[in-house]
T-cell receptor, first 115, second 115 residues
Framework: ETGVTQTPRHLVMGMTNKKSLKCEQH?????MYWYKQSAKKPLELMFV???????ENNSVPSRFSPECPNSSHLFLHLHTLQPEDSALYLC??????????????FGPGTRLTVL | AQKITQTQPGMFVQEKEAVTLDCTYD???????LFWYKQPSSGEMIFLIY??????QNATEGRYSLNFQKARKSANLVISASQLGDSAMYFC????????????FGTGTKLQVIP
């Protein structure tokens, strides 16, 4: 596998279910991100991890719980979601530098539907 | 606060013609980076091109070039010799110095290339 992978690609869940999204990067990066992409809205940053430490939580509801066991893996645990949480969830990774030109590499996303 | 504005929700271009996708940004920071990403229907965000605020020359990457006008705070993407595979959503994004991992995205422009 190369780049950034995400599983599953599609997920349908009920409001009472618990599920997890998985992201893995094979690029040797040390920062990972979760984004939410809803229809007709800008991409929303949810969480940022540097070297496994969470450095950004963009006022995300507690029903979303991230986990970063190492710099290559990132999870998003979901529980008691709402229908408005239905969206494309994108994972990204980047190499931390101070220069600013470190673009983020994205995975293909998980299309989540909450019934 | 940073803001990215993409005023063209949709654009059409004839195959082999050039097209310009507009992007304006707002920031009070002097040091920042501007990115363009392409998102095909498959969902993955693909990095296209980067421009640093102190770069004097416009960035170019193959058929992509970034028309950077700092005084106007615009960073338009120019795609030359459009191909059918260029049909996708295009997002302009910005990162400011210090918030080197926090990227703000625009709402995107849907480009359709006509044969």
């Amino acid at each position: 596998e190369t780049g950034v992978t995400q599983t599953p690609r599609h997920l349908v869940m009920g409001m009472t279910n618990k599920k997890s999204l998985k992201c893995e990067q094979h690029l040797g990066h040390n920062a990972m991100y979760w984004y939410k992409q809803s229809a007709k809205k800008p991409l929303e940053l949810m969480f940022v991890y540097n070297f496994k430490e969470q450095t950004e939580n963009n006022s995300v509801p507690s029903r979303f719980s991230p986990e970063c066991p190492n710099s290559s893996h990132l999870f998003l645990h979901l529980h008691t979601l709402q229908p408005e949480d239905s969206a494309l969830y994108l994972c990204a990774s980047s190499r931390i530098t101070t220069s600013g030109d470190n673009e983020q590499f994205f995975g293909p996303g998980t299309r989540l539907t909450v019934l | 606060a940073q803001k990215i504005t993409q005023t063209q929700p949709g654009m059409f271009v004839q195959e082999k013609e050039a097209v310009t996708l507009d992007c304006t940004y707002d920031t009070s920071d002097q040091s920042y980076g501007l990115f363009w990403y392409k998102q095909p229907s498959s969902g993955e965000m693909i990095f296209l091109i980067y421009q640093g605020s102190y770069d004097e020359q416009n960035a170019t990457e193959g058929r992509y070039s970034l028309n950077f006008q700092k005084a106007r705070k615009s960073a338009n993407l120019v795609i030359s010799a459009s191909q059918l595979g260029d049909s996708a959503m295009y997002f302009c994004a910005m990162r400011v110095s210090g918030g080197y991992q926090k990227v703000t995205f625009g709402t995107g422009t849907k480009l359709q290339v006509i044969p």
